[in-house]
């Protein structure tokens, strides 16, 4: 029957008989009812499968990263065990002696014969796995170390300039067989075919590549810590970061596990942990050097430029890091790098340089030693007939929060929620800051209009329009563009082609503060929106009069942000503190000199 006439015929015995059309009603009813009950059962059942599905990955997550982390515990232990020696033995005496050469030292006898290879690389692997019982700072040998050695001392000639040199590596750079996680369970069993492009130039140059050193989930964070391999320790306060992303790096060469290793730098991943340790750190102009093999948190990001980076005890072997890279054989392999070899007469040079320098960023003032450290370097290069000019980075608020804010997190977060995070169990001290980049437009703008009446800077950093098509994303990196010329047209009107300034907004942070200043970070990615080569070296200490100064400090006017930054640096006194130099695009080896040359005149040594 039609539901028109079935209708009518419903009203026409709802008149007639009143009491079976009841009946009726009553039986569709206790139909519906049944209905939803058997309709919310089958939806409880599935939410309940699904909850414990969800609970069951969770836990398979958990289980593989401790299978990880136990089984590169135990390759580490049987490293340490295979080049125990007693402490007392001549072997013992000469190994502290090969671990307190300087790189160039080290390269030099290795190169002549006077020490092997295979030598150098167990007094290096014991005491690597010795700090990594202190700082948690590697994630897993390199297995065919030893092997690598052995053909070093049977090539019966120097291969190159670091032959038989063990180097880091961080855990970001494929090595040809080993997992390259980034500190995720899902690419666990996912070898690398090959290794990335500067392991290869390394190799060529007789380098051993001998340990991999830990990062914070994802890379992008100043932190270091992971589900997978745990979490790092600053050398100098285990209470505090080694920074990050390169902090396993820093920890292991301050801590005198390496002598010379390998990071990269997206927004200060390089200087902000050099700092942190007190060792040195440099990142050239993009692709200066390879990148070819190296896993990013963001891959495809654009405006704010990632490059690997060098880190040493001293600036000297920065500059032998970076002059063993700048060869044939890097061209070769990757024919975007821009074929420029290590100008060495450059980094040499001694004529009276013209230095530009800052001591703060207005919108995010530095704590009373970072400022300190600058105008001590500068006085110092001063009083060395070095001309100093103070300079003021243009439109500063404008290129962090407008532009390097909204750049990096373009996607909204997406590519690092579902490359790397989707199904994982997310670092503790990365949490945070995930769900500041993945938050809603909208809650963003609401949370900016309630702000702005009491924290300015917060609600700004909160409420910036995200980029919401790709006409927005190429408007962005036009304004990007308009900006490093902008930047660049300041510097020509000093005359200055070289740049002094804070390294970082603190001193080393605890971990549970991050992902809290991350403002504080503006002194580095401001290079890497400009892609300008960027080093720090370790020039003082916090000192008591620091710590007392920080109880009157107020920073951009006491908001969030500042409140963050003095909770996590008060009681840093002992803490290495480093300045910062910056040089023009392609300019590294000037930018090399200036380093050494604050590193002659006040390094910490």
Known sequence: MPAELLAFELIDIRHTQPAAMDRVYNLILDRVNASIVAYTAVSAGVLSCYVGLKVYHRQQVKKNALRKREDSRKALQDVQRSVAVEITGPTAVNRKEIMSLTLQTLSQQLGDGQLSAVQVLQAFQEKATAVNDELNCLTEPIPDALVRAQRVDAAGQPLGLLHGVPVSIKENYNIKGMATTMGVTKYLDSPADEDAVIVQVLKKQGAVPFVKTNVPQTLLSIGC??????????????????????????????????????????????????????????????????????LKGSPGMQGVISSPGVMARDVDSLALGMKALLVPDMFLLDPQVVPIPFRQETYEDKK????????????????????????????????????????????????????????????????????????????????????????????????????????????RSFSHRLIGSVYDLWQRLAEREKYVEQFLDELKKKNLDLLLCPAFGAPACKPEHAGKIMAAAAYTSLFNLLNFPAGVVPVTMVTEEDDRMLDDWRGYGNDAFDKFIKETTKGAVGLPVAVQCVGLPWQEERCLRLMKEVETLCSLG
């Not at 820093?250 to 997206?266: M, N, Q």
Request: charged share 20%.
């Open 225 to 294: 810590s992971n589900p997978v391999f745990g979490k790092t320790l600053n050398p100098f306060d285990p209470t505090r970061s080694p920074g990050g992303s390169s902090g396993g790096e820093a920890a292991l060469i301050k801590g005198g596990g390496s002598v010379l290793g390998f990071g990269s730098d997206v927004g200060g991943s390089v200087r902000v942990p050099a700092h942190f340790c007190g060792i040195c750190g440099f990142k050239p102009t993009g692709r200066r050097i390879s990148d070819r093999g190296l």
């Open 352 to 459: 009276p340089m013209r230095i530009g320098y800052f001591t703060s960023l207005r919108f995010c003032p530095p704590t009373p030693s970072m400022g300190r450290a600058v105008i001590m370097a500068k006085e110092a290069l001063k009083k060395a007939g070095h001309t100093l000019v103070a300079f003021d980075p243009p439109d500063e608020f404008r290129a962090f929060i407008d532009l390097t804010s909204r750049l990096i997190t373009a996607d909204n977060g997406r590519t690092v929620s579902t490359m790397w995070l989707d199904d994982e169990v997310i670092d503790e001290y990365l949490e945070g800051q995930i769900r500041v980049w993945t938050m809603p437009h909208y809650l963003r703008k609401i949370q900016g209009f309630l702000l702005k009446p009491f924290w300015p800077r917060v609600a």
